[in-house]
Structure formats: C-alpha cells, structure tokens
C-alpha cells in the first residue's frame, strides 16, 4: 500500500500533538482489550488460584529477561539510551517472586515459555539489535504500565494469595527505586517527547506499540486456555 493511502495515527493528529500522548491515544483500543481478557478479569476478579498467578508470572521473566539482557548493549544509542534505567530493573524482583512462588530455586532450570511467550521475547530480542526505536515501543508498553495498572493487579494479588503488602510474591510490582510515579511518568513521556524521530518513524513506533500490546493478548489467551476460571 503507498504510505499516502494510509491515514496514520501520526497524519490524523496535529503535527503538534506530543508523541507521548500520540502513543497512548493510538494504544487505547489495544489496552482496553488486553485488560479485559479473560485471563485479566479472572485474575482480579479473585477466580483464579495461585498456580495460574505463578505461571503468569514466569511469563514475566521471559519477556525481562529478552528486555533487561539487552539494556546494556542500548545504554548509548541515541534513541533507547535515554530509557536504559537500571531503577526500572524487573529481574531481581521477578526472580524473588518466583523462589517465592515456587518455594525454592529448581524452577530457574525447569521453568519454559509458552509459545506466544517465546514469540514475544523473540520479538523484543531481535529489536535489541536490529531497531531501537521498536525496542522504546516495548519499553514503553511494558514499564509504564507495570507502573501504573500493574499496581491495582498487586493489591489483587495481595488480597487474593494473601502475599506479605509489597512483599514476596509481589515485588515485581514494586519499584523501590522510583520514589514517585506519577513524576516518574511525566518525566518518562518527556523523554517520549524529545525522541529524534520524523513522522514516520513515528507512525513505525506506534505501530509497534500495538504489537507489543498483542503480544501481550496473546499470552493473556493462552493462559487464558491452561487457566479457566474456577468460580
Ligand atoms: C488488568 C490489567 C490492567 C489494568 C487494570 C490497567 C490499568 C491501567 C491504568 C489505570 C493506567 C493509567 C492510565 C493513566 O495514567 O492515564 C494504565 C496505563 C498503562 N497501561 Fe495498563 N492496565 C492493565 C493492563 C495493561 C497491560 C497488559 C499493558 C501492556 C502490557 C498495559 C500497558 C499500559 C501502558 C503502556 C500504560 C501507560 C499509558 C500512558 O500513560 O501512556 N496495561 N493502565
């Protein structure tokens, strides 16, 4: 299709409206989906035990680990370099979590993917090294909001499998690095603002923004199938 076809979510907006916001309106659809899966609703609707929450949650370690293995390699690129923040660092809570969850270490060495899991990590590594702008897309997606919804899914959590407030099982949602997040957050869409990208690119990152966030759906169904609701 010849890109004067496409009436992209860049074009439609005013050439003034910040990139950050662009992101969010043009992933709203996306996110509305991913939060209302069957899986989510499940999850904080108290429906599902504790076995499907720790699976979940190795689906997390999968996808940080694709996203956390390749920061260092990113720290200078221009365009993902400014995102590199070792404060947001996932894996030392998710590993915590999970010898938690799994009452020991053993699971380091058993633990596996599900298939969309793999796609999506595959996703995120190959952007690691061939596209930065595309691995921004993941970080946003995943980072901010883990910042934000993913506290209501801690406090679920906590109230469902009766995990210790802020404490194993849940430090994943825990950023004891950030002091505060909605300063956090204004300061993260700064720097969305002041990516050197042209309108194009633009259009490419938003684009994968919505990948990112089917990607996400595409877990949720999956666990979706392994984990039924119970009650
Ligand atoms: C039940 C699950 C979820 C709930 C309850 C939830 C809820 C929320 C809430 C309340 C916000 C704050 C909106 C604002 O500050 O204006 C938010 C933002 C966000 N969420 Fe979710 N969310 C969920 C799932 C997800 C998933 C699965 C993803 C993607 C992996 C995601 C990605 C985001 C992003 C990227 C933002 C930041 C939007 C922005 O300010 O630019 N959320 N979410």
Redesign the pocket.
Known sequence: MAASDVTSDVTAQSAATPF?TL??TA?KEQ?EE??TSAF?SHL?GGRLGVDAYRRYTEQLWFVYDAMESAADGLRADPVAGPFIDPGLFRLPSLRRDLDHLHGGTDWRTRVRPLPATGAYAARIAELARDWPGGYVAHH???Y??DL??GQ??RGKAEQTWGFARKGDGVRFYVFEEIGNPAAF?RAY?ERLDALPLDDLEKQRVVDECKR??AL?TAVFRELGEEFPASA
């Open positions: 950050s992101i969010r992933s996110h991913a939060e989510m904080l946003y997606t995943r901010l909001g934000s919804g209501i899914i957050k869409r990112a966030f996400n």
